[in-house]
């Protein structure tokens, strides 16, 4: 099979799948990305070099009692004050390896990463992200997918244009040793349009009040700039392992990390975003 046409029905597969589940019900969104996370898991002791059992479990284990405690707990004021101290608790572990994971990314001393630190990027670079990104959806009013989609939206556009505009003007390189092909106008590129298809997400298919657009302005600059570090952190990895793709699973596009490696840097940014706007509020 021709492979720009293996990749094209790959990618709709992709696509039409994560929308599809998404909006199905909440039991669908939460079975596709517990599939996600396993793959996604099993992908990076791949990467890293470690034995996929343990890892594997802790995953499964993880995110089993997250779904039950999301689940479980429907009175309003007990959701609130149980959800807040776990989820300051999962964030703020997520964004200390995160700032570990940006050390590893412009560290060019590392040769080597020891087997502690691979279990710590297990947790906080791939479980804990993936159980906030199932977080994001629900807000106030319950289970509202048009949220998560219009992220994936996003980074769509941000990856998609920052490709076109790179490889129409791109000239700076922006992390030659890490990305070869990523240059900083295709960078700025991407998060332009991604900031106009932001404003035109809000304003016709979440249809917010005019007053709060900014909101997903915002929202847009982040999956530019977090989008893009989570890109090439992932390159990282795989330049460490020596390999081109994460996986195989998904014919053309490489594996799971490799479809999902922006919206697992940028799923906590954007929740920690939300919280910030609730404690201001």
Not at 147 to 156: G, K
Not at 253 to 277: E, T, W
């Amino acid at each position: 099979m021709n492979e720009t046409l293996k990749r094209s029905i790959s990618g709709a597969v992709y696509v039409i799948l994560l929308i599809a589940s998404i909006l199905f019900s909440t039991e669908s969104f939460f079975i596709l990305f517990g599939v996600f996370l396993l793959i996604a898991t099993v992908e990076f002791c791949n990467l890293v070099h470690i034995h996929k059992v343990i890892p594997f479990l802790l995953a499964a284990a993880t995110y089993l009692l997250f779904y039950k405690i999301t689940i479980a707990t429907t009175g309003v004021l007990y959701q609130l004050r149980f959800n807040n101290t776990f989820d300051l608790i999962v964030l703020s572990v997520t964004l200390f390896v995160f700032l570990k994971c940006i050390h590893f990314l412009f560290d060019s001393k590392t040769v080597k990463i020891d087997s502690f630190s691979k279990y710590i990027y297990l947790i906080g670079y791939i479980i804990l992200p993936f159980v906030i990104m199932t977080k994001i959806p629900f807000g106030i009013n319950g289970y509202n997918p048009k949220i998560l989609i219009s992220i994936f939206v996003l980074i769509w556009t941000n990856d998609s244009f920052a490709y076109i505009v790179g490889k129409s003007i791109g000239k700076t390189k922006l992390f030659e040793r890490i990305s070869p092909k990523k240059t900083i106008e295709g960078f700025i590129g991407g998060v332009v349009f991604c900031v106009i298809a932001s404003y035109l997400i809000s304003k016709y298919y979440i249809q917010i009040a005019e007053g709060k657009i900014f909101i997903w302005i915002i929202i847009a600059v982040i999956v530019g700039v977090f989008g893009t570090i989570g890109d090439l952190i992932e390159s990282k990895f795989k330049r460490f392992a020596g390999v081109k793709d994460s996986g195989k699973i998904m014919p053309g596009h490489g594996g799971v990390l490799d479809r999902l490696d922006s919206v697992i840097f940028v799923a906590p940014i954007v929740f920690l975003f939300y919280q910030i706007l609730n404690y201001v509020s």
